[in-house]
């Protein structure tokens, strides 16, 4: 569950949180997401060092 306190940074305009995005927005309140900002699936074509999920994954 995501704690209201648990933010990266925050600003008099909000709050910016990190984590994985299926798991953070169901917990967030109705009308209060101005920008979602994830990491595009076409960079999961190109195998990284740090071992990136397959495409389908």
Known sequence: MID??????KTN???AF???SLEL???LE???I?????S????LLRKKEYGNKEQNE
Not at 4 to 9: K, L, P
Not at 34 to 38: F, G, H, I, K
Request: hydrophobic content about 30%; some cysteine; aromatic content about 12%.
């Open 40 to 43: 595009p699936p076409f960079a």
């Open 18 to 20: 990190c984590g994985d």
């Open 34 to 38: 101005d920008l979602v900002m994830t």
């Open 13 to 15: 305009l909000g709050k």
């Open 30 to 32: 109705d009308d209060s």
């Open 25 to 27: 927005i169901p917990q």
């Open 4 to 9: 209201r306190d648990d933010y990266i940074y």
